[in-house]
Each structure stands twice: as C-alpha cells, then as structure tokens.
C-alpha cells in the first residue's frame, strides 16, 4: 500500500471521444458476429430484388400474411420457407 507520500498512478482505458464512432465500432462488431455465426452453420447472406407482383404470388401461395406484406422480416421469412420447400 502507497504511503501518503507516495504519488499512486492510475491508467484508465480513454473511451472513445468521438461517441459516433464508438456506435459505429459496436454495430460493425455486432454484425460480424452475426456473419461468423451464419458462416458457422453454412448460411449466406444476401440481397434479393423482389417485385410487388413477386410478393403478390407468395401471398397468393400461403407464403406471406397479407397483414404483414411491407413488413421486410415477413417477406424475408416467406421467400426463405419458398426456397427451403422447393430446394430441399
């Protein structure tokens, strides 16, 4: 234990000063880990274009809820329950 005479020096980790980037850090870290984790059980990740008609045939084929067309997750959902039945 330092004397009162002693000077005691304390190292602190600086946080990020610019909280943007430091926001910008976590999402970048947090979607890498989502990445690693699709990457771990041989799943990809991608963008797919989808026409309104296109969804109007999912809808049309018990794929997708008509109450929840526009939400993207239910689209997202309805295509991959299509591509899972169809390419088994």
């Keep these: 234990m330092p004397s009162d005479t002693e ?26 880990r989502r990445h690693r984790a699709r990457r771990g059980k041989g799943m990809e990740c991608l963008v797919i ?16 809820d008509p109450e929840k067309r526009g939400d993207r997750a239910a689209e997202a959902r309805a295509i991959e329950c299509f591509i899972t039945e169809y390419l088994p």
């Excluded at 020096?9 to 430091?22: E, G, Y």
């Excluded at 274009?49 to 997708?64: C, I, K, N, P």
Aim: hydrophobic share 30%; no cysteine; net charge positive.
């Design 49 to 64: 274009r989808v026409t309104g008609s296109e969804l109007d045939r999912f809808q049309a084929a018990g794929y997708l």
């Design 7 to 32: 000077s005691v020096t304390h190292h602190s980790v600086q946080s990020d000063p610019d909280p943007d980037n430091a926001k910008h850090k976590a999402q970048h870290r947090a979607r890498m």
